[in-house]
């Protein structure tokens, strides 16, 4: 069954240092996606970065990079200098096939940035 | 460019009334995906239209529907409400372009409480 799971429900960092936040997927379809999106305490999801199955090379957006290990199926979030804004939850999230319109999300992980 | 847009924002409704949330794209988006968000079942997937057309339907029941507009604009409608509906209801548009879906961007949501 496809699946994505983000085995931390919460994480502190201290600001200025770098954090990663885990999520691994499961699924047999060969072509997927695989988002990560920041959402603050006020709702609206903010989309950070993509990484596609095929994908050779991890991705990476500004402070946020994605470490794609396809083998583990894994593809944990990289934040890089955090910063106090960051505190939000995250959730990591799965298209499959070439539909991107139909998301399998994680639970998420509430993300804490200490001054 | 604006962003995503979802009315109302906040709505409070009684057991068995229905509702009507409403979502406009952004521009040049032809594809629309709504979710609903709760504490206990996370973030699960409604449905998509594109061209007016429903694409894909997630894992609830026939109380709830949706339909989109020949200017992409979308509404979904939940009848006979119960007090599980409570939730933030998020939309969601991205555009295709050369045949192909791209990432999904979100409005900030519209949060429904049944009393």
């Known amino acids: ?51 596609g199955s095929y994908d050779q090379q991890n991705a990476t ?18 934040i890089s200098a955090s910063q106090l804004g960051d505190s939000a939850m995250y959730f990591c999230a799965m298209s499959l096939g070439g539909s991107q319109g139909n998301l399998i999300f994680g639970k998420g992980t509430k993300l804490s940035v200490k001054p | 460019k604006a962003g995503v847009t979802q009315t109302p924002r906040y709505l409070i409704k009684t057991r068995g009334q229905q509702v009507t949330l409403s979502c406009s794209p952004i521009s040049g988006h032809r594809s629309v995906s709504w979710y609903q968000q709760t504490p206990g079942q996370g973030l699960q997937f409604l449905f998509e239209y594109f061209s007016e057309t429903q694409r894909n339907k997630g894992n609830f029941p026939g109380r709830f529907s949706g339909r989109q507009f020949s200017n992409s604009r979308s509404e979904m409608n939940v009848s006979t409400l119960e007090l599980g509906d409570s939730a933030l209801y998020l939309c969601a548009s991205s555009l295709w372009r050369g045949g192909r879906q791209e990432t999904q961007y979100f409005g900030p949501g519209t949060r429904l409480l049944v009393l």
């Open chain 1, 1 to 51: 069954a496809q699946k994505i799971t983000q085995t931390q429900p919460g994480m502190f960092v201290q600001e200025k240092e770098a954090v990663t936040l885990d999520c691994t997927y499961d699924t047999s379809d060969p072509s997927y996606g695989l988002f990560w999106y920041k959402q603050p305490s006020s709702g609206e999801m903010i989309f950070l970065i993509y990484q």
């Open chain 1, 61 to 78: 957006e500004g402070r946020y990079s994605l470490n794609f290990q396809k083998a583990r199926k894994s593809a944990n979030l990289v």
